[in-house]
């Protein structure tokens, strides 16, 4: 099965809707270009890595105007053939994964909800090893280890010269959850207060006496991005990859529901209270 990056599914639909927009079908365009009409059909289904002076053709023979937008489409096509860092773990990640990672690194906004576990933007390496170790997914050891350096490497968007801005509520059983041990869990809460003093950084705890919430149907996380192409994504992990969400009917109801998991939660000098009250008692 071929991998549909996001980048990829991306421009390949804004190019679909300026070329509908112009009034021509894929025929027409090939013709007039001397494509094959399956290049273009594999380009807007997201199933090619278009050369940029290709995307630059299509632009011109659809008399698409927009400065702006043109720039845009033609730097996410250039970012669509760039391989990131992640590309060096190969098979370690799932495509769903890679995918999340390409997202995280073109966000300017990441939410989170978790339950469970503290999100991986903000796991130590010790506690990391201690969720991926336990999973069973990977059975050999280094395949564990490459993993949780890629969790590790990913963090990297919280502190680049332009960070993302993180917002993770976190529910209080993440605080009582013993993972990897006393010690590693102790640290790993103190760890969260330190994150949560950086300015793009903000974590709650939604506290068991907030009663019935959204909370209780699942963690989800949602990207916000600029630019060409949707501008937010859902993403529901699970354990061997993930699940996106892009129709607006669903991002909207994952944004109401963080909203109200944000109000339920606790305010955040509360939050930083009660995460290092749990670490002293540990």
């Not at 059909?41 to 937008?69: K, T, V």
Request: hydrophobic share 40%.
């Amino acid at each position: 099965m071929p991998h549909y990056s996001i980048r990829l599914k991306w421009l390949g639909s804004a190019l679909n809707k300026i070329r509908r927009e112009a009034g021509l079908t894929i025929e027409a365009a090939a013709e007039r270009l001397h494509w094959p009409q399956s290049k273009i059909s594999r380009i807007e289904n997201g199933m090619i890595r278009a050369h940029w002076g290709d995307i630059q053709d299509l632009l011109d023979l659809y008399a698409f105007d927009d400065p702006d937008q043109r720039k845009a489409l033609i730097a996410l096509a250039k970012r669509a053939r760039e391989r990131g860092w992640w590309h060096a773990y190969g098979a370690t990640l799932a495509h769903a994964f890679a995918d999340l990672i390409t997202l995280e690194t073109d966000s300017h906004e990441i939410c989170t909800f978790q339950n469970q576990l503290v999100p991986g933007l903000l796991q130590t390496k010790e506690y990391a090893l201690a969720v991926v170790g336990s999973s069973k997914v990977w059975e050999d050891r280094d395949e564990v280890e490459k993993f949780v350096q890629v969790r590790a490497a990913r963090q990297a968007i919280l502190s680049r010269e332009d960070p993302v801005t993180f917002w993770a509520i976190l529910g209080e059983a993440v605080l009582h959850q013993r993972v990897g041990g006393t010690d590693v869990t102790r640290n790993q809460l103190h760890h969260l207060v330190e994150m949560a003093s950086r300015p793009n950084i903000t974590i709650q705890v939604l506290p068991f006496t907030a009663g019935a919430t959204t909370g209780m149907y699942g963690p989800f996380t949602t990207l916000r991005f600029a630019g060409p192409g949707v501008t937010e994504v859902v993403y529901l992990e699970n354990l061997t990859g993930g699940l996106y969400l892009e129709h607006e009917d669903e991002v909207r109801r994952y944004d109401l529901a963080f909203n109200h998991l944000r109000a339920s939660a606790l305010p955040t000098d509360d939050s930083m209270r009660l995460i290092a009250t749990a670490a002293d008692r540990l």
